[in-house]
């Protein structure tokens, strides 16, 4: 009931084109859910975050899509840049406050 | 200004060895994380402090110990190192318990 299940485990898109990043949940009591991206040899950064009572977030050229009923989010990243080249977790906000990490999804965008 | 700041960031040591790794936050938050990231780049919480106070404490050994002196600092130490302790940790800050994180670089743990 605590894990947070990411999909897939890789992804290669060409530049310009379109990442998306799956995430589902079992937990209906977790309040908060953000994205973070992890370059290597650095910490994860906070990249954005939904609350459950929203169903779409954008920020730039990346966006949340929160799915309630079916307890899934998923993020994409609209005209993908080779910069965006990065390990991306999904993460919910469950019982004291704590967060749970997807498995993550290395992303690579080839030029 | 480095916000979470954490020392050393590579520590290669034997097996039975004690070893601690520090940790610092100049962004005023309240609750200060340790997690643990594996060799498959899954990421554990291990340890929450708010306000110094121990809010989190999942199921890790009893070798690995958290110690806060103040709200700007998280330390961790860990007794009698085994091969499986190898990996990143994590420091992490936020204010509010759980609101955006704000994680340090990590440190790398490599025991032989």
């Known amino acids: 009931q605590q894990q947070v299940k990411q999909s897939p485990q890789s992804l290669i898109v060409q530049k310009g084109g379109i990442s998306i990043i799956n995430c589902a949940y079992e937990?209906?009591?977790?309040?908060?859910f953000p994205w973070y991206q992890q370059f290597p040899g650095k910490g994860p950064a906070l990249l954005i975050a939904?609350?459950?009572?929203?169903s779409e977030k954008k920020e730039g050229r990346f966006t949340i899509s929160f799915n309630k009923s079916a307890k899934q989010f998923s993020l994409h990243i609209m005209d993908s840049q080779p910069g965006d080249s990065a390990t991306y977790f999904c993460?919910?906000?469950?019982?004291?406050?704590?967060?749970?990490f997807g498995s993550g999804t290395r992303l690579l965008v080839r030029p | 200004d480095t916000a979470v700041s954490q020392t050393p960031k590579y520590l290669v040591t034997q097996m039975g060895n004690d070893k601690s790794i520090k940790c610092e936050q100049n962004l005023g938050h309240d609750t200060m994380y340790w997690y643990k990231q594996d060799s498959k780049k899954f990421l554990k919480i291990m340890f929450s402090?708010?306000?110094?106070?121990?809010?989190i404490n999942e199921t890790v050994p009893n070798r690995f110990s958290p110690k806060s002196p103040d709200k700007a600092h998280l330390n961790l130490h860990i007794n009698s190192l085994e091969l499986g302790d190898s990996a990143v940790y994590f420091c992490?800050?936020?204010?509010?318990?759980?609101?955006?994180?704000?994680f340090g670089s990590g440190t790398r743990l490599t025991v032989v």
């Open positions: 992490a800050s936020s204010q509010d318990q759980g609101s955006g994180y704000t």
């Open positions: 937990n209906t009591a977790f309040d908060y």
């Open positions: 402090y708010n306000n110094k106070e121990l809010i």
């Open positions: 993460a919910a906000r469950g019982s004291s406050y704590k967060l749970i």
């Open positions: 939904i609350r459950p009572d929203v």
